[in-house]
């Protein structure tokens, strides 16, 4: 305005004045009008309705290229019952992993939602996890309902593209199946204090080990858990926690061989109990993870469980027995592996792990009563071997996104055999920037 | 009922507790530190020495985020990578997102290289706009007037203490941003080459030219052959000087700075990032003079 003020007083005295200052504001004007043209452009992107709601989608691809000396498909943690989760060692050559889609959002102020699906490579969809979880609970309370990874433990919660192994540890093969995801609901509570102190109890349906499926009212499978952690200076960070996990399997069946190497089937019916204690451990010089840090981590687990133990092999043509078995089984069993991640400059890591599984003490009454099938028709559950195995693995990370990592193991997961195991893995992140657990 | 009431009344949170303010980065902290006076008791969950996109949702950031009133934190997908996972599991519900105690500085600041596409191939870049705004001091006064306004909406006993504050702060504010522009003036269409794209908004408010990046793509880190051809491209254009922040792993800058026979320069980035960068204010003194310390 000032200017144009300027501009009209001075025209009576210099004409050539108003013709520099014309340029000008033509150049200021169109340069507006550009602006102006850019910035509806954006809003109208903006306003692109219904897409302007879509979730935040992330894929995960994932692949391996394996070398094993023993043949993954005739896997067995031997001395442990068959979890029935898929814990064999990567196939054989070159295969696909599983293909992990994840969606989630805000569903309103008060929900939020997330859906993580696992295209296997066998071709089926698994629902690995699909659940609500509440946002305006307050008070340090939060409910979580649907599928989702149980709070027991420490890596039970880290979905599978972000373990720093290839594969799970032994404890989470043979006491968990892998992992343990039920349908179910979950309340935790945050205690008001500095020190971070979270409860949580879990009840659901136990359509899984070390439960059984079932159809039954009311919950199969009880949990309970407590995380305590914080940080130690500024360097380290720490979380430990305490779960207990409580089931009642009913007809909880597997197949195993009898003394002739005939199929028969076993199955357990009664208690399960599995206590989790964990501990990680992450430091970084001055909290800057970006050039070198360290992650340490380990889990004890022990299980009791009591009940009764079927035995049939009926389903043979020339069965041994010909008739059904039941008798009382009670077994204390005990496993725990250590790790460390060690990134030792930006882009490189690398990792030990270490798993022991105890074999402790079992009873088995159809043995103990001498009626029929002896120690050696029960080669799973009635050979005392603790299994144990030694991995170590490299990996090198391009950017955030991308993952490429050989790991080489010396499994003895299975009684008087040691599987040596080379592969390369890749896991490769589409899409949405997700948020990793600690 | 009586029971109802008293539990109504723990639910009016206690008009003596000072406002609990939960800053995700130094600069957010320091701000409400200025604003907030002894009303306010600020956290802040990252120091100057680590990179606020590379953090973890540690559980000493949950335990702080649950008792929190406000969250003060950047956006512009800076946060991303652990935010929401803080949030999620707070268990509070005062400071979820579009919550009044939930507030990002990008909603009040203006946000330059905002992408017209994104695409990961071009490495760690946010579809909002550089996050890392705290180094134009109009952005810090834009940001302050509207987290102002927002404290005064979570402590509405407080109101006018906090506007007040923001009053003598922007005063003394814009009276220093005369200064640093001034004293800045020989800085003006210099060349430098930076680390990472984080000082985007001092290069465009002092008028200094981006001559290089060591990194190949924002968020990679600088690979031999990037730094072989930026050695080269700096004979071919020269630059002033090889600068990089606080948090950042020195030795590129000090291999090129070497390599190309030019100063290498820390500068803090962010309040705490050197022993002089105590407050805002002594944030920019530090980094204006430590920019003229080069020149020289």
């Given at each position: 305005?000032?200017?144009?003020?300027?501009?009209?007083?001075?025209?009576?005295?210099?004409?050539?004045?108003?013709?520099?200052?014309?340029?000008?504001?033509?150049?200021?004007?169109?340069?507006?009008?550009?602006?102006?043209?850019?910035?509806?452009?954006?809003?109208?992107?903006?306003?692109?309705?219904?897409?302007?709601?879509?979730?935040?989608?992330?894929?995960?691809?994932?692949?391996?290229?394996?070398?094993?000396?023993q043949d993954p498909d005739a896997y067995q943690i031997t001395g442990f019952a068959p979890s029935g989760?898929?814990?064999g060692?990567?196939?054989?050559?070159?295969?696909?992993?599983?293909?992990?889609?994840?969606?989630?959002?805000?569903?309103?102020?008060?929900?939020?939602?997330?859906?993580?699906?696992?295209?296997?490579?066998e071709?089926?969809?698994?629902?690995?996890?699909?659940?609500?979880?509440?946002?305006?609970?307050?008070?340090?309370?939060?409910?979580?309902?649907?599928?989702?990874?149980?709070?027991?433990?420490?890596?039970?919660?880290?979905?599978?593209?972000?373990?720093?192994?290839?594969?799970?540890?032994?404890?989470?093969?043979?006491?968990?199946?892998?992992?343990?995801?039920?349908?179910?609901?979950?309340?935790?509570?945050?205690?008001?204090?500095?020190?971070?102190?979270?409860?949580?109890?879990?009840?659901?349906?136990?359509?899984?080990f070390?439960?059984a499926e079932r159809?039954?009212?009311?919950?199969?499978?009880?949990?309970?858990?407590?995380?305590?952690?914080?940080?130690?200076?500024?360097?380290?960070?720490?979380?430990?926690?305490?779960?207990?996990?409580?089931?009642?399997p009913e007809n909880r069946a597997f197949a195993d061989v009898d003394s002739l190497g005939n199929p028969v089937t076993q199955s357990f019916s009664?208690?399960?109990?599995?206590?989790?204690?964990?501990?990680?451990?992450?430091?970084?010089?001055?909290?800057?993870?970006?050039?070198?840090?360290?992650?340490?981590?380990?889990?004890?687990?022990?299980?009791?469980?009591?009940g009764t133990l079927d035995y049939d092999d009926r389903a043979q043509s020339t069965p041994q027995f010909g008739t059904p078995f039941s008798g009382t089984f009670?077994?204390?069993?005990?496993?725990?592996?250590?790790?460390?991640?060690?990134?030792?400059?930006?882009?490189?890591?690398?990792?030990?792990?270490?798993?022991?599984?105890?074999?402790?003490?079992v009873?088995n009454g159809i043995v103990a009563g001498g009626a029929g099938p002896a120690a050696a028709d029960f080669p799973l559950l009635g050979t005392?071997h603790?299994?144990?195995?030694?991995?170590?693995?490299?990996?090198?990370?391009?950017?955030?996104?991308?993952?490429?990592?050989?790991?080489?193991?010396?499994?003895?997961?299975r009684a008087g055999v040691?599987?040596?195991?080379?592969?390369?893995?890749?896991?490769?992140?589409?899409?949405?920037?997700?948020?990793?657990?600690? | 009922?009586?029971?109802?009431?008293?539990?109504?009344?723990?639910?009016?949170?206690?008009?003596?507790?000072?406002?609990?303010?939960?800053?995700?980065?130094?600069?957010?902290?320091?701000?409400?530190?200025?604003?907030?006076?002894?009303?306010?008791?600020?956290?802040?969950?990252?120091?100057?020495?680590?990179?606020?996109?590379?953090?973890?949702?540690?559980?000493?950031?949950?335990?702080?985020?649950?008792?929190?009133?406000?969250?003060?934190?950047?956006?512009?997908?800076?946060?991303?990578?652990?935010?929401?996972?803080?949030?999620?599991?707070?268990?509070?519900?005062?400071?979820?997102?579009?919550?009044?105690?939930?507030?990002?500085?990008?909603?009040?600041?203006?946000?330059?290289?905002?992408?017209?596409?994104?695409?990961?191939?071009?490495?760690?870049?946010?579809?909002?706009?550089?996050?890392?705004?705290?180094?134009?001091?109009?952005?810090?006064?834009?940001?302050?007037?509207?987290?102002?306004?927002?404290?005064?909406?979570?402590?509405?006993?407080?109101?006018?203490?906090?506007?007040?504050?923001?009053?003598?702060?922007?005063?003394?504010?814009?009276?220093?941003?005369?200064?640093?522009?001034?004293?800045?003036?020989?800085?003006?269409?210099?060349?430098?080459?930076?680390?990472?794209?984080?000082?985007?908004?001092?290069?465009?408010?002092?008028?200094?030219?981006?001559?290089?990046?060591?990194?190949?793509?924002?968020?990679?880190?600088?690979?031999?052959?990037?730094?072989?051809?930026?050695?080269?491209?700096?004979?071919?254009?020269?630059?002033?000087?090889?600068?990089?922040?606080?948090?950042?792993?020195?030795?590129?800058?000090?291999?090129?700075?070497?390599?190309?026979?030019?100063?290498?320069?820390?500068?803090?980035?962010?309040?705490?990032?050197?022993?002089?960068?105590?407050?805002?204010?002594?944030?920019?003194?530090?980094?204006?003079?430590?920019?003229?310390?080069?020149?020289?």
């Open positions: 305005m000032a200017s144009k003020w300027w501009c009209a007083a001075a025209l009576a005295v210099a004409l050539p004045c108003v013709r520099a200052q014309g340029v000008e504001s033509d150049k200021l004007r169109e340069e507006v009008r550009r602006l102006q043209e850019r910035v509806q452009a954006v809003e109208k992107a903006r306003a692109a309705g219904e897409s302007a709601f879509n979730p935040a989608i992330s894929l995960i691809l994932q692949g391996t290229a394996a070398h094993s000396s989760g898929e814990v060692p990567a196939p054989r050559s070159l295969s696909l992993g599983e293909s992990e889609l994840i969606v989630s959002a805000n569903i309103d102020p008060y929900f939020r939602g997330q859906l993580v699906a696992a295209l296997t490579p071709n089926e969809v698994e629902v690995e996890e699909a659940f609500f979880q509440t946002l305006m609970l307050g008070r340090g309370f939060t409910l979580k309902g649907g599928r989702f990874l149980s709070g027991i433990g420490y890596q039970n919660e880290i979905h599978q593209h972000a373990w720093d192994f290839q594969d799970a540890p032994l404890a989470y093969k043979a006491f968990l199946g892998g992992r343990f995801n039920d349908d179910g609901l979950q309340l935790r509570w945050l205690a008001p204090t500095d020190l971070f102190l979270e409860f949580g109890a879990e009840a659901g349906r136990g359509r899984a070390p439960s159809s039954a009212n009311g919950a199969g499978a009880w949990s309970v858990f407590a995380h305590a952690g914080g940080d130690i200076g500024a360097s380290t960070a720490w979380r430990a926690g305490l779960s207990y996990l409580y089931a009642e009664g208690r399960s109990k599995l206590w989790i204690a964990d501990f990680v451990l992450k430091w970084a010089p001055a909290g800057n993870a970006a050039v070198t840090n360290l992650k340490l981590q380990g889990e004890y687990f022990r299980r009791d469980e009591s009670a077994s204390r069993q005990s496993g725990w592996y250590l790790q460390a991640v060690y990134q030792f400059m930006p882009r490189w890591r690398v990792g030990l792990r270490f798993d022991q599984l105890d074999y402790g003490s009873s005392p603790d299994p144990s195995r030694a991995s170590a693995m490299v990996d090198w990370s391009a950017s955030e996104f991308s993952r490429i990592r050989l790991q080489v193991a010396e499994d003895d997961s040691t599987d040596r195991q080379v592969l390369v893995q890749y896991v490769f992140s589409l899409g949405a920037h997700g948020a990793h657990k600690f | 009922m009586r029971m109802l009431i008293g539990l109504l009344c723990l639910a009016c949170a206690p008009a003596w507790a000072a406002l609990e303010v939960f800053a995700c980065t130094p600069e957010w902290g320091a701000l409400a530190r200025e604003l907030g006076g002894d009303k306010a008791n600020v956290y802040t969950a990252t120091t100057a020495l680590q990179n606020p996109h590379r953090i973890e949702a540690r559980p000493s950031l949950i335990a702080r985020a649950r008792r929190a009133d406000l969250v003060v934190c950047t956006g512009a997908e800076l946060e991303i990578g652990w935010l929401p996972l803080v949030l999620a599991q707070s268990g509070n519900a005062k400071i979820q997102r579009g919550q009044p105690g939930f507030f990002e500085a990008a909603s009040a600041a203006r946000l330059i290289e905002v992408p017209a596409g994104v695409d990961r191939a071009m490495g760690d870049v946010h579809a909002s706009g550089n996050p890392h705004l705290h180094l134009d001091p109009h952005n810090v006064a834009r940001v302050a007037k509207a987290l102002a306004q927002r404290m005064a909406g979570a402590d509405a006993q407080n109101a006018s203490y906090y506007v007040e504050r923001e009053l003598a702060f922007q005063a003394r504010w814009r009276e220093a941003t005369a200064r640093w522009e001034r004293a800045a003036a020989p800085l003006k269409n210099v060349p430098i080459v930076v680390h990472h794209k984080d000082l985007s908004y001092l290069l465009a408010w002092l008028g200094m030219r981006e001559a290089g990046v060591l990194e190949p793509k924002p968020g990679l880190p600088p690979s031999t052959a990037h730094l072989a051809a930026l050695v080269a491209q700096l004979q071919q254009a020269p630059a002033r000087m090889v600068v990089h922040s606080a948090y950042s792993d020195p030795r590129p800058a000090d291999w090129l700075a070497q390599q190309a026979k030019l100063p290498s320069v820390l500068l803090p980035f962010t309040v705490g990032g050197t022993e002089r960068a105590t407050d805002l204010f002594a944030l920019y003194d530090d980094t204006i003079s430590r920019l003229l310390a080069a020149m020289r």
